[in-house]
Structure formats: C-alpha cells, structure tokens
C-alpha cells in the first residue's frame, strides 16, 4: 500500500549540509507523527527526530542543534535538514510514519555518508 520514497542522501564533508526528504506515494493521516531514524554499522537503529501532525518536534540530544525535522502534509512528505555533520552521523537513514494500532510505515532507507 503506502511507500515512503526517500531522497536527498550522498557524500558529505565534514561540516557540510544535506536535506533530506521523504514522500508517502500516497495521501496520510495529517496527524500522523513522523520521524527520522538511522542505523550506523554495528549499532543498533535509533531516533534522529520526530515531528506530529500539529508541528510537535523532538530530537536525539545528538543532533539538537544541529538537525530540523519539519513536515509538509499537503505534500505528504516530511524533511530532515542536517547541518553541521560530522562523521559520526554515517548511518543509513529511514523513514517513519508511526500508525496508531498499526504497523508502522518504513522508508527504504537512505545512505548519509559523511567523510574528509
């Protein structure tokens, strides 16, 4: 049913910037909280951000400060914008839409690869 089309990884320097975008192919709960998560070789998958239907953001304390997650549900999609990145945020990215009651939606997962 609903696919969640990643966008946006690649190759980044030391400090630089990506943004990443994620769209459901088709329409869903506007209410529904979405989020960002990744996983990094031999570490177990983890929270990056979410964000609700109302505007409602959270965020590892790793990247606070430096990520913005934020949500267009007009478009049905949901952004991650990443700034400041260090190596340390090399993981493959994946995108969530949480279903109350249900199985959650998951994205393919995108590759962040962040290298000098």
């Known amino acids: 049913q609903v696919q969640l089309v990643e966008s946006g990884g690649g190759l980044v320097q030391p400090g630089g910037s990506l943004r990443l975008s994620c769209a459901a192919s088709e329409t869903i709960t506007g209410w529904y909280t979405m989020g960002w998560y990744r996983q990094a070789p031999g570490k177990q998958r983890e929270l990056v951000a979410t964000?609700?239907?109302?505007?409602?953001?959270d965020y590892a304390d790793s990247v606070k400060g430096r990520f913005t997650i934020s949500r267009d549900n007009a478009k049905n999609t949901v952004y991650l914008q990443m700034n400041s990145l260090q190596l340390e945020d090399t993981a493959v990215y994946y995108c969530?839409?949480?279903?109350?009651?249900?199985?959650?939606?998951w994205g393919q997962g995108i590759q962040v690869t962040v290298s000098s």
């Open positions: 969530n839409v949480d279903r109350p009651l249900r199985l959650d939606y």
């Open positions: 964000i609700t239907g109302d505007g409602t953001t």
